[in-house]
């Protein structure tokens, strides 16, 4: 183990050790007597914990399973923990934004987000994630439930057929993305290439995101699921550069539903903090780990989570599994 | 002349200027308000100061719509909670708020960059998000009403 690596697995010993004794310091409250909402019968602040401890595992097999972590979190803790959808899908807003915030400097800096292509995206799924917002908002958890699910099940069919194209074939760049100037290189280290890229099928891609950026906000569910597969399939631009580019959007077009939620009053600290921090703790140890990882064997766990949660989600909304 | 230089560097592997400091002012404003958020959390989490709303109500109520939680831990919608920074719980919406803002800073920071370059297209569009995420976050637009 590397000196780096050691320090680093320090310093996020001591963070977890400094909120578990924050938690016990807070359970010899005498308000810690207090059931965690209407249908536990677990003390308030065993929530909060198990949170920070599956939204750690989460942030890994996340990283692992090529997926952002709000799509993992918003059906399976809306699923199995006592919390309303509306503070769920805030939260989880949240945690697609930490997640972006996080790997965005490093992606910015080593040229594989690309901030010209992101741009046009962000603003067009940023509008349309205050749309989905205040629907959203508006709606009873019968009704987002159900459609989480089944929205949760098709993003599986999605993940499960959609192909990748590490450099899809684009012969000429269209119009549109030669008026926004989108395009470059960036350095290869696998073949120590530049690899030159281009976009087309600009405004059907575009059209796209409105759908994607109406589903961020109305479900709290990130994007990344289908900003990859647009980015990539759809107007053409390297894998890598679409992976980092959606990771590094997110940010942008959740932050416009995060800010939804926050003045909704759907933000809850005890909800929100544990959940932040730990999935972009998870998220840093998964990084650490992607090299050793069997990425098909996870991408599996990861696309069986997601069914299950999404027929919680759907038979939960259907009032079947209450 | 100036075309025939921005094109060179586009075509160059590695971070355009913008992207370097979109980055830079990224990553400072995000290991800020991480900090910032693990600290006032703790505090709220040890009760100092006194929250607003007692972790007890709090539990009680997260199970319900967000309506009927505000209705009955009277916390009212927006921005009213800057009102109460002195209290725990509201103190730790400052760096929530700070976080969700950071895309806002770092849109503004990059601005001079495309109009020095005369790249008006994407001035237009850093004003145009700029404008929405503004208008997320002023609170006008109508949130829930169930």
Redesign the interface.
């Known amino acids: 183990m590397s000196k780096r690596t050691f320090l680093f697995l320090i310093v996020i010993a001591i963070l977890m050790a400094i909120f578990a004794v924050s938690m016990v310091q807070a359970a010899s409250d005498p308000a810690s007597a207090n059931a965690g909402g209407a249908d536990s019968s677990l003390p308030w602040w065993a929530w909060p914990l198990i949170l920070l401890i599956v939204t750690f595992f989460m942030g890994i097999l996340a990283v692992l399973g090529g997926v952002g972590g709000a799509v993992l979190y918003t059906p399976i803790i809306g699923g199995f923990f006592p919390f309303g959808m509306d503070f769920v899908r805030g939260a989880g807003l949240f945690v697609a934004l930490s997640g972006s915030l996080a790997a965005g400097p490093g992606l910015l800096k080593k040229g594989l987000a690309d901030l010209r292509l992101a741009m046009p995206v962000a603003l067009i799924a940023s509008t349309t994630a205050v749309m989905g917002a205040m629907v959203g908002l508006a709606l009873s958890d019968e009704i987002i439930n159900t459609a989480m699910g089944v929205a949760i099940l098709a993003i599986v069919v999605i993940m499960f057929l959609a192909k990748k194209s590490e450099y899809p074939d684009v012969q000429t760049a269209d119009k549109l993305s030669s008026i926004l100037r989108i395009s470059g290189v960036y350095h290869e280290p696998s073949s120590d290439k530049d690899i030159d890229w281009k976009i087309h099928r600009t405004i059907p891609g575009l059209i796209l995101f409105i759908g994607i950026g109406f589903m961020a906000g109305m479900f709290g569910l990130g994007a990344g699921w289908a900003n990859v597969p647009v980015l990539n399939l759809v107007m053409g631009a390297p894998l890598k550069v679409s992976v980092a580019t959606s990771k590094f959007l997110l940010a942008t077009t959740d932050t416009s539903a995060a800010w939804m939620y926050l003045n909704a009053g759907a933000v809850i600290p005890m909800i929100v903090v544990p959940s932040f921090i730990g999935i972009m703790l998870g998220s840093l140890v998964g990084v650490k780990i992607l090299a050793r990882s069997k990425p098909s064997a996870v991408r599996a766990v990861v696309l069986t989570m997601l069914v299950f949660a999404g027929l919680r989600a759907l038979l939960k909304g259907t009032g079947i599994w209450k | 002349m100036e075309g025939k230089a921005?094109a060179t560097q586009?075509?160059?592997?590695?971070?355009?200027p913008?992207?370097?400091r979109?980055?830079?002012i990224?990553?400072v404003a995000?290991k800020i308000?991480?900090l910032v958020?693990?600290a006032t959390?703790?505090l709220?989490?040890?009760?100092m100061p006194k929250p607003h709303v007692?972790?007890?109500d709090?539990?009680?109520n997260?199970?319900?719509?967000?309506?009927k939680?505000?209705e009955v831990t009277q916390?009212?919608?927006?921005?009213s909670w800057t009102k109460h920074l002195g209290q725990s719980?509201f103190l730790?919406?400052a760096p929530?708020?700070f976080?969700?803002s950071?895309?806002?800073i770092c849109y503004l920071t990059?601005l001079p960059i495309f109009f020095k370059r005369k790249d008006f297209?994407?001035v237009t569009?850093?004003i145009?998000?700029v404008l929405?995420?503004v208008?997320?976050?002023s609170?006008v637009?109508?949130?829930?009403?169930?």
């Not at chain 2, 586009?10 to 355009?16: D, F, Q």
């Not at chain 2, 997260?62 to 309506?67: C, H």
């Open positions: 921005e586009i075509l160059t592997p590695g971070a355009s913008e992207q370097k979109y980055g830079a990224l990553d995000m308000g991480l958020l693990v959390f703790i709220y989490l040890v009760g007692p972790v007890g709090v539990s009680a997260w199970s319900q719509k967000v309506d939680y505000l916390i009212e919608k927006g921005w719980d730790t919406f929530i708020a976080l969700a950071v895309t806002v990059i297209i994407y569009l850093v145009a998000e929405v995420l208008l997320a976050a609170g637009l109508p949130s829930g009403g169930h």
